[in-house]
């Protein structure tokens, strides 16, 4: 080798600079939210449609084990577990988000065919259910949220009853609506959602439509 001059090894480049490896990062499953069901469609196409009605409800701490760099790793996960009349589904959180699994430590291990959401969509679904489904107990936040995962037609719904709640809010803190200032501020979470969400845009068009449409009303009263 000549003074001065350096030898790059094609070898050295690609396993100390650069790992050839595949990303870990399993398939998600989609799930829309409807007013008594809930549709889970998974990476292969397949959709099944589960009743809520009488459903039992449970979270837990779990683990999926997949072969990451090569070699067998457990990862932990939050599973949420639907029971009702014999058939069992369960939706896990992303195991590749998750901290490695120790062998010693003893939870449950989540079913190969356990559907994978995001945890934005884990979180909103798992409390809507948990919850016991009521919209009456959910904040603005809390619909915004929900919309996000809904069908259609419950993201509709979901709108209308965002816009009242909102209402009330302005009615009570200020009297007759003079103006959208106070409306849109209350209904912030909805437009914030709207921004990477078209279910939570779609709810926000049918919380302004509903909004106007009784606050015409009001003032006519």
Partial sequence: MRPGVGCYHRIVGKTALYRDLVPFRPARADVQLDVDALLVQMPDGHTGRHDLDGVAV??????????????????????????????RIVIVTPP??????????????????????????????ADWLIGGGRLAACS????????????????????????????????TSAGPLRNGGDLDSSLHPFVEAARFSPRAAEALVSALAHAAGATRRRRRS
């Fill in 58 to 87: 449970t979270t837990i701490d779990g683990f999926v084990a997949a072969v990451i760099a090569g070699r067998w790793q457990r990862r932990f996960v939050r599973m949420l577990v639907l029971e009702r009349e014999g058939a």
């Fill in 140 to 171: 603005i936040a809390d619909l915004a949220r929900l919309a996000c995962i809904a069908t259609p037609q419950f993201a509709v719904l979901i709108g209308e009853v965002a816009a009242q709640r909102a209402l009330e809010v302005v009615w």
């Fill in 96 to 125: 590749d988000q998750g901290a490695v699994a120790p062998n010693v430590v003893r939870v449950a291990e989540a079913p190969a065919e356990a559907a994978i959401v995001d945890t934005r969509v884990w979180e909103a679904l």
